[in-house]
């Protein structure tokens, strides 16, 4: 076996990191879990960040706010708690239909050293049975964007009840129509009983024991990988299920997991298969040969370096992530061909120089560089997209592809003088 | 603690951000932890800026915090101005940095900068974003306006724009038109487009044009102090504002009042028979102090809508606000907390409102056309074309902006008559929308639609009293369903209230047709 990228050197950077906290995983969070709320302790800004990188905003019924700290609040650690007290009591009045209540901790919150699992523990007991109050951090000093989804995911292992059924759990919240995909081919090779977390409601939370076997869904999910095997769960290590490559490898590491033959599983899942192949084939077309440069922002960049180097036909120039787990993101590291830099953190002004020294054909970065870098002639594919639109498994694998090929053909027809392109989506 | 789901205004750094993206050769040094940076896409994606705002943010992590914050921040400072060489530095702390006390104006000073350094005092957990900016934009002129002899020709400054701003862009290039046919140069605009060597020149100026007291207001005061400056205070908004605006103009300056109208439409539209359907629709107002109270005066008398709602969500404007609201008749809703504005909007079914991106919401949610009159504001509220809100043209696309959310004057009746036609129904909504915002279902129960009974807390509706036990028997419940919607709101409450004062506790379709026409008019 080759090592891929795993012995390419990380280039370490300090400096400004043009990245979201991990507040902003609420956005996709409080949509997975439909009996939660999400409340931030926090300031104004985290209140502010929400609704704007929520985009459009979701009016219809947010199902997380922000406790704006003030002045009286930073003067008396007390008063903070009693004020605590009183908003969510007033919120759990006003929305009996929660039965999750997640404390969110801020930079603020964090730096002033309110402890939210105190006051997680309290009003636990104060609302049980009917609502269970968990707390995690989405600050920006501890969190990088995805990881407050790690973070909320890793809360809520330790209170997932016990159990010694031989089971597979699957981690990591994915969208319900590729949650349901997921379901279908598992049962298809034969897994019938399959848990999720976060599961949609409290009711259907999973249990765990020494007998789960987990599969992550994302690449990003250290904390609750570490929560899970403290539980005595097994992880069942795979590259991450993005692209037609990652995909199969994934369910073959469960069906192998699970005792499940290769034959078993290559006739499940031979007719998808194929299909994602020949839909991505199609879409790769306008990838083939161009290059790729990714701005740290998802953790999920390792993984789909991987699919537009080997699917796609990519070659990749630097992979930046905010944090590069050594465990987690081993496979995808041992797939990539060697080639790509691998850099670790930020200093933005000099991946800046980087990328502009690469002029790499697509520039896979953050909502606050895209246009900047677009005025400078490159062009861009906004990262967030890839985190909130659904990417995985087959059925998903050309949307992944043509998530990164729309910009460039869009560019390509927008060009003065370039032939027009066939409206081929 | 406030719980707060959306809100108005940002941090005020976010407000201090405004100002430096706005101007040239500005620089600005934040102290602030890793995700502060969310507020450049605030610019690059909300405004379509292509450069990025000028800020470099010190991205502190928890890690850091026991070792040398004050270290990071120094070398922030240091490798910005190497890299970006701006001709003058702002330097302040986010929200978190303000909590970890290192004092940036203090390291900055210290640093033997070779360009001025401007510290920023912004009690994020005190004030907004509007302060932020307003703060920002005084200071700067604080530290670099200089006394100066004033131009030989008469010529003033326009105050008061940031980036971000809601058609700043295009306000500032319609008033400069209008000052310049007047024979007035225009010395500076600030902040937007003003380099810090341009500040320094403010004093040049004889007077003052402040557009947006909301963000430029400490700095046209101080102007006004230190050199002398007086202030033209009306804001022109609207074609009477703009005339008035001229004259005060004309007054200070010793220049005739010259306003060039031949592009002026917006009278000869709003007298033009097609319009007579707009006279007394009832409309709900919410803004910024300034656009509020603006748009109160154009939809009364430029209009002839009938104002049942005015209020505003930055207290600093509150008093003006209620004076003009006593005016009106009104009661002045001051809040920044948005369940209190849909509560209020759903209580006073308005048939438009006139609002922010939020009352937008509100409005998609109820049922109830809206347009945009002031920020906060999103990406469909930056055009393309050039779209001022002040002066001549401002006057022409307050009317088409207001105007076309609405159901046009004959479909109007069309619907009314033929409320029962499969296809040309209420449901339908305004035939030049492709597609339109749902109404509110209608329910039903005796009161009105309430937004999400879950999520909002539910202040007692002023005035809807005990509309709660009036019941709407079944026959008058389908009459009303035969109103259009864009009416049944208004016909709904006139009859619960009408109801309600004959002490009746039951509303059949003869209630419904007495209280019409007791409210005909």
Same mark, same amino acid.
């Given at each position: 076996?080759?090592?891929?990228?795993?012995?390419?050197?990380?280039?370490?950077?300090?400096?400004?990191?043009?990245?979201?906290?991990?507040?902003?995983?609420?956005?996709?969070?409080?949509?997975?879990?439909?009996?939660?709320?999400?409340?931030?302790?926090?300031?104004?800004?985290?209140?502010?960040?929400?609704?704007?990188?929520?985009?459009?905003?979701?009016?219809?019924?947010?199902?997380?706010?922000?406790?704006?700290?003030?002045?009286?609040?930073?003067?008396?650690?007390?008063?903070?708690?009693?004020?605590?007290?009183?908003?969510?009591?007033?919120?759990?009045?006003?929305?009996?239909?929660?039965? !999750?209540?997640?404390?969110?901790?801020?930079?603020?919150?964090?730096?002033?050293?309110? $402890?939210?699992?105190?006051?997680?523990?309290?009003?636990?007991? !104060?609302?049980?049975?009917?609502?269970?109050?968990?707390?995690?951090?989405?600050?920006?000093?501890?969190? #990088?964007?995805?990881?407050?989804?790690? #973070?909320?995911?890793?809360?809520?292992?330790?209170?997932?009840?016990?159990? $010694?059924?031989?089971?597979?759990?699957?981690?990591?919240?994915?969208?319900?129509?590729?949650?349901?995909?997921?379901?279908?081919?598992?049962?298809?090779?034969?897994?019938?009983?399959?848990?999720?977390?976060?599961? !949609?409601?409290?009711?259907?939370?999973?249990?765990?024991?020494?007998?789960?076997?987990?599969?992550?869904?994302?690449?990003?999910?250290?904390?609750?990988?570490?929560?899970?095997?403290?539980?005595?769960?097994?992880?069942?290590?795979?590259?991450?299920?993005?692209?037609?490559?990652?995909?199969?490898?994934?369910?073959?590491?469960?069906?192998?997991?699970?005792?499940?033959?290769?034959?078993?599983?290559?006739?499940?899942?031979?007719?998808?298969?194929?299909?994602?192949?020949?839909?991505?084939?199609?879409?790769?077309?306008?990838?083939?040969?161009?290059?790729?440069?990714?701005?740290? $922002?998802?953790?999920?960049?390792?993984?789909?370096?991987?699919?537009?180097?080997?699917?796609?036909?990519?070659?990749?120039?630097?992979?930046?992530?905010?944090?590069?787990?050594?465990?987690?993101?081993?496979?995808?590291?041992?797939?990539?061909?060697?080639?790509?830099?691998?850099?670790?953190?930020?200093?933005?002004?000099?991946?800046?120089?980087?990328?502009?020294?690469?002029?790499?054909?697509?520039?896979?970065?953050?909502?606050?560089?895209?246009?900047?870098?677009?005025?400078?002639?490159?062009?861009?594919?906004?990262?967030?997209?890839?985190?909130? #639109?659904?990417?995985?498994?087959?059925?998903?694998?050309?949307?992944?592809?043509?998530?990164?090929?729309?910009?460039?053909?869009?560019?390509?027809?927008?060009?003065?003088?370039?032939?027009?392109?066939?409206?081929?989506? | 603690?406030?719980? *707060?789901?959306?809100?108005?205004?940002?941090?005020?750094?976010?407000?201090?951000?405004?100002?430096?993206?706005?101007?040239?050769?500005?620089?600005?040094?934040?102290?602030?932890?890793?995700?502060?940076?969310?507020?450049?896409?605030?610019?690059?994606?909300?405004?379509?800026?292509?450069?990025?705002?000028?800020?470099?943010?010190?991205?502190?992590?928890? &890690?850091?915090?026991?070792?040398?914050?004050?270290?990071?921040?120094?070398?922030?400072? =240091?490798?910005?101005?190497? =890299?970006?060489?701006?001709?003058?530095?702002?330097?302040?702390?986010? %929200?978190?940095?303000?909590?970890?006390?290192?004092?940036?104006?203090?390291?900055?000073?210290?640093?033997?900068?070779?360009?001025?350094?401007?510290?920023?005092?912004?009690?994020?957990?005190?004030?907004?974003?509007?302060?932020?900016?307003?703060?920002?934009?005084?200071?700067? %002129?604080?530290?670099?306006?200089?006394?100066?002899?004033?131009?030989?020709?008469?010529? %003033?400054?326009?105050?008061?724009?940031?980036?971000?701003?809601?058609?700043?862009?295009?306000?500032? +290039?319609?008033?400069?038109?209008?000052?310049?046919?007047?024979?007035?140069?225009?010395?500076?605009?600030?902040?937007?487009?003003?380099?810090?060597?341009?500040?320094?020149?403010?004093?040049? +100026?004889?007077?003052?044009?402040?557009?947006?007291?909301?963000?430029?207001?400490?700095?046209?005061?101080?102007?006004?102090?230190?050199?002398?400056?007086?202030?033209?205070?009306?804001?022109?908004?609207?074609?009477?504002?703009?005339? =008035?605006?001229?004259?005060?103009?004309?007054?200070?300056?010793?220049?005739?009042?010259?306003?060039?109208?031949?592009?002026? &439409?917006?009278?000869?539209?709003?007298?033009?028979?097609?319009?007579?359907?707009?006279?007394?629709?009832?409309?709900?107002?919410?803004?910024?102090?300034?656009? +509020?109270?603006?748009?109160?005066?154009?939809?009364?008398?430029?209009?002839?809508?009938?104002?049942?709602?005015?209020?505003?969500?930055? &207290?600093?404007?509150?008093?003006?606000?209620?004076?003009?609201?006593?005016?009106?008749?009104?009661?002045?809703?001051? *809040?920044?907390?948005?369940?209190?504005?849909?509560?209020?909007?759903?209580?006073?079914?308005?048939?438009?409102?006139?609002?922010?991106?939020?009352? =937008?919401?509100?409005?998609?949610?109820?049922?109830?056309? %809206?347009?945009?009159?002031?920020?906060?504001?999103?990406?469909?509220?930056?055009?393309?074309?050039?779209?001022?809100?002040?002066?001549?043209?401002?006057?022409?696309?307050?009317?088409?902006?207001?105007?076309?959310?609405?159901?046009?004057?004959?479909?109007?009746?069309?619907?009314?008559?033929?409320?029962?036609?499969?296809?040309?129904?209420?449901?339908?909504?305004?035939?030049?929308?492709?597609?339109?915002?749902?109404?509110?279902?209608?329910?039903?129960?005796? *009161?009105?639609?309430?937004?999400?009974?879950?999520?909002?807390?539910?202040?007692?509706?002023?005035?809807?009293?005990?509309?709660?036990?009036?019941?709407?028997?079944?026959?008058?419940?389908?009459?009303?369903?035969?109103?259009?919607?864009?009416?049944?709101?208004?016909?709904?409450?006139?009859?619960?209230?009408?109801?309600?004062?004959?002490?009746?506790?039951?509303?059949?379709?003869?209630?419904?047709?007495?209280?019409?026409?007791?409210?005909?008019?």
């Amino acid at each position: 076996m080759t090592r891929g990228c795993l012995d390419t050197p990380v280039i370490k950077e300090r400096g400004q990191h043009e990245v979201f906290c991990g507040l902003t995983s609420i956005i996709w969070l409080h949509r997975k879990m439909q009996d939660a709320f999400f409340l931030v302790v926090g300031s104004r800004t985290c209140a502010h960040l929400l609704q704007s990188a929520a985009g459009v905003m979701i009016f219809a019924e947010p199902r997380f706010g922000t406790a704006i700290l003030e002045e009286k609040d930073l003067a008396g650690m007390a008063d903070a708690n009693a004020e605590l007290d009183r908003e969510v009591a007033t919120l759990l009045q006003r929305r009996p239909d929660i039965r !999750q209540l997640f404390l969110v901790g801020s930079c603020p919150s964090e730096v002033i050293k309110l $402890d939210l699992a105190r006051a997680a523990e309290r009003l636990s007991a !104060q609302f049980a049975p009917h609502v269970r109050v968990l707390n995690f951090s989405g600050s920006g000093i501890e969190t #990088t964007f995805t990881q407050g989804e790690d #973070t909320c995911l890793a809360s809520m292992v330790p209170a997932l009840p016990a159990s $010694d059924a031989h089971q597979l759990l699957l981690v990591g919240a994915l969208p319900d129509v590729v949650e349901d995909q997921a379901r279908a081919l598992l049962a298809q090779i034969g897994i019938e009983t399959v848990h999720c977390l976060p599961a !949609q409601r409290a009711d259907a939370t999973p249990s765990i024991g020494p007998n789960t076997k987990y599969a992550l869904t994302q690449p990003f999910l250290g904390e609750t990988h570490a929560a899970l095997q403290r539980r005595g769960a097994r992880w069942i290590a795979a590259p991450t299920p993005l692209g037609v490559e990652g995909t199969t490898l994934w369910l073959m590491a469960i069906a192998d997991a699970f005792g499940i033959s290769r034959a078993q599983v290559e006739a499940a899942i031979a007719a998808p298969r194929a299909r994602a192949q020949a839909a991505v084939a199609r879409v790769a077309e306008t990838l083939q040969g161009k290059s790729a440069f990714f701005m740290p $922002d998802s953790q999920m960049e390792p993984a789909l370096a991987r699919f537009l180097q080997r699917e796609c036909g990519m070659e990749i120039v630097e992979i930046g992530t905010p944090y590069l787990h050594a465990e987690l993101h081993r496979p995808e590291l041992a797939l990539l061909a060697a080639g790509p830099r691998l850099a670790e953190g930020q200093d933005v002004e000099r991946q800046l120089d980087r990328v502009r020294a690469a002029r790499p054909d697509i520039t896979v970065c953050g909502l606050g560089l895209a246009n900047p870098l677009e005025a400078e002639g490159l062009t861009t594919k906004w990262a967030i997209e890839l985190v909130f #639109t659904p990417v995985h498994l087959f059925e998903q694998a050309a949307d992944l592809a043509g998530l990164f090929a729309r910009p460039i053909r869009r560019k390509q027809i927008l060009a003065p003088g370039a032939p027009k392109m066939e409206a081929a989506e | 603690m406030k719980l *707060s789901l959306w809100t108005y205004e940002g941090p005020p750094h976010v407000g201090a951000i405004r100002v430096a993206t706005g101007m040239r050769n500005m620089h600005m040094v934040l102290h602030a932890p890793q995700g502060d940076t969310y507020a450049d896409l605030l610019f690059t994606m909300i405004e379509r800026r292509n450069h990025r705002p000028p800020v470099t943010y010190t991205t502190f992590q928890a &890690r850091d915090l026991g070792a040398d914050t004050a270290g990071l921040f120094k070398d922030a400072c =240091r490798a910005a101005y190497e =890299r970006h060489r701006p001709e003058a530095l702002l330097v302040a702390a986010s %929200c978190t940095a303000e909590l970890i006390q290192d004092d940036p104006g203090g390291l900055a000073a210290s640093m033997g900068l070779p360009v001025p350094v401007i510290p920023l005092e912004l009690p994020s957990y005190q004030r907004k974003e509007n302060f932020g900016a307003d703060e920002a934009f005084y200071q700067i %002129c604080k530290a670099l306006a200089k006394p100066m002899p004033r131009t030989a020709q008469v010529s %003033c400054n326009i105050l008061g724009a940031t980036a971000l701003g809601f058609r700043h862009r295009d306000d500032v +290039a319609e008033i400069r038109q209008i000052l310049e046919r007047m024979g007035i140069a225009v010395n500076v605009t600030a902040p937007l487009d003003a380099a810090p060597s341009d500040i320094a020149r403010l004093g040049q +100026a004889h007077f003052n044009v402040l557009l947006y007291p909301e963000t430029g207001e400490q700095a046209a005061r101080w102007l006004q102090r230190s050199f002398g400056q007086p202030c033209i205070g009306t804001v022109p908004l609207g074609v009477g504002a703009t005339r =008035r605006f001229v004259q005060e103009v004309a007054t200070l300056a010793g220049a005739a009042p010259i306003l060039d109208e031949t592009r002026l &439409r917006q009278p000869w539209w709003s007298a033009s028979v097609d319009s007579t359907y707009l006279t007394g629709k009832r409309v709900f107002i919410f803004g910024d102090g300034t656009h +509020a109270m603006a748009a109160a005066r154009v939809a009364r008398d430029e209009m002839g809508f009938d104002v049942v709602g005015l209020g505003c969500y930055n &207290r600093e404007q509150a008093r003006p606000l209620r004076a003009l609201a006593r005016e009106f008749g009104l009661e002045a809703l001051i *809040s920044d907390d948005y369940l209190e504005v849909e509560a209020a909007i759903a209580d006073l079914a308005p048939e438009l409102i006139l609002g922010t991106q939020m009352e =937008r919401h509100i409005g998609k949610r109820l049922g109830i056309p %809206c347009a945009v009159i002031s920020a906060p504001v999103h990406v469909q509220d930056f055009p393309a074309r050039y779209s001022p809100q002040m002066g001549i043209e401002g006057a022409n696309v307050l009317f088409d902006t207001w105007v076309h959310p609405l159901v046009m004057g004959l479909e109007e009746h069309l619907l009314t008559m033929f409320r029962e036609d499969f296809e040309f129904h209420d449901a339908a909504g305004p035939s030049h929308h492709g597609a339109k915002a749902q109404p509110a279902p209608s329910q039903p129960q005796t *009161s009105q639609a309430q937004p999400s009974p879950a999520a909002a807390p539910q202040p007692a509706p002023a005035g809807a009293g005990d509309a709660g036990n009036i019941v709407w028997l079944s026959d008058a419940e389908r009459e009303l369903k035969k109103i259009p919607f864009f009416v049944r709101g208004k016909a709904r409450r006139n009859t619960e209230s009408f109801a309600q004062t004959r002490g009746l506790s039951e509303i059949s379709v003869d209630t419904l047709y007495e209280a019409k026409a007791h409210y005909a008019r």
